[in-house]
Nanobody, 125 residues
């Protein structure tokens, strides 16, 4: 599966962004999708993930209540709505996919075999 992430940018603290991850070449509902982020000098962190049927969603403690993951299988797109952004949310954000028949944990990057190219999110005043 090929993934294309977009929607990053520069935003002030307290602002909002919506990231998009578009899949090509596949039926999106055959995959679980996750968003990870990586800040300079830090390990890649699982931020949110969503099951193939949208029945299960996970948001990490650091973003819970501020970020929301959702998916539109018809548009082959997964979204990450980010509200109340903080300086510490600054990172490159990646979307990743794993087939629905595989076990996975939302915070383990090696559980996801397909990755998008990343989109930079910078939160700064």
């Amino acid at each position: 599966v090929q993934l294309q992430a977009s929607g990053g940018g520069l935003v002030q603290p307290g602002g909002s962004l919506r990231l998009s991850c578009v899949a090509s070449g596949v039926t999106l509902d055959n995959y679980h999708i996750a968003w990870f982020r990586q800040a300079p000098g830090k390990e890649r962190e699982g931020v949110a993930c969503i099951g193939d049927t949208d029945a299960s969603r996970y948001h990490s403690e650091s973003v819970r209540g501020r970020f929301t993951i959702s998916r539109d299988n018809v548009k082959k797109t997964v979204y990450l709505q980010m509200n109340s952004l903080k300086v510490e949310d600054t990172a490159v954000y990646y979307c990743a996919a794993t087939p629905k028949y595989r076990d996975y944990q939302c915070t383990i990057a090696s559980d996801f075999g397909s990755w998008g190219q990343g989109t930079q999110v910078t939160v700064s005043s």
